[in-house]
C-alpha cells in the first residue's frame, strides 16, 4: 500500500473512531442530564403489549414488554410515550395505573419511566467507545504505515560458508557454459 493512501486510510480510521466516541458519550450525557435535569411528570398508562423485538431478518424469539403511557409537562404540553421495561415491572402494572416518567425539559419525546432505563444504555456506550479506541488504533497504525503483522527482512548477507558455497556454484555453472 502507498504511503499516500496508507495516511488517508488512517485518518478516516482515526476520525470515525473518534465520532463513535464522541456519539457514544453524547448519548450516555443526554441520559445522565435527562436523569439529573430533566423534568418529571406522572404518567398514566393507557396500554401495555407483548411486541417482538426482532429488529432483523431472523426471530430470535425475544419480546419487549413495551408499556404506553400519557403525561404533561411542567409547560402543559400533552405528551405519549412507549418504553420497553422488565417483565416483573409489566407484569405488575394494568392499564390506568400511574407511573412516574423523566423526560428532556428541551425535548420532551426524549422520555422514559424512571428506574426502567435511559436514552442510551451504557452496554451501548462501552462498547461503542471501546469501537472507536480499535478505530483510532488501527488508523494510528496505518498513518504511520505500520503494521503489527509486518515480517522485518532477511539480511541479504549470510555466513561466511554460505557465500563460499555460492561462489563455487557460479564457478561450476561458468565453467559448465
Do not use: Q
Not at 515480517?151 to 555466513?159: D, E, F, I, S, V
Not at 561462489?167 to 561458468?174: F, V, Y
Amino acid at each position: 500500500m502507498s504511503t499516500k493512501k496508507s495516511r488517508i486510510g488512517g485518518i478516516l480510521f482515526i476520525v470515525f473512531g473518534l465520532l463513535f466516541i464522541i456519539f457514544a458519550c453524547g448519548g450516555h450525557f443526554k441520559s445522565k442530564k435527562v436523569m439529573n435535569e430533566g423534568g418529571r411528570a406522572v404518567a398514566k398508562i393507557t396500554d401495555k403489549k407483548i411486541e417482538r423485538s426482532g429488529r432483523s431478518y431472523k426471530d430470535t424469539g425475544s419480546s419487549d414488554f413495551n408499556v404506553y403511557y400519557t403525561f404533561e409537562t411542567k409547560d402543559v404540553k400533552a405528551m405519549a410515550g412507549r418504553y420497553p421495561i422488565r417483565k416483573e415491572t409489566w407484569d405488575s402494572l394494568k392499564t390506568g395505573d400511574s407511573i412516574e416518567v423523566a423526560y428532556d425539559s428541551d425535548n420532551p419525546n426524549y422520555n422514559f419511566p424512571v428506574g426502567e432505563g435511559s436514552l442510551v444504555s451504557g452496554g451501548m456506550t462501552i462498547a461503542l467507545s471501546i469501537f472507536g479506541l480499535v478505530s483510532i488504533f488501527i488508523g494510528s497504525l496505518l498513518y504511520k504505515d505500520k503494521s503489527l503483522f509486518k515480517r522485518k527482512p532477511l539480511p541479504a548477507t549470510g555466513p561466511p560458508e554460505d557465500r563460499r558455497v555460492v561462489s563455487l556454484l557460479e564457478k561450476i555453472k561458468s565453467d559448465a557454459l
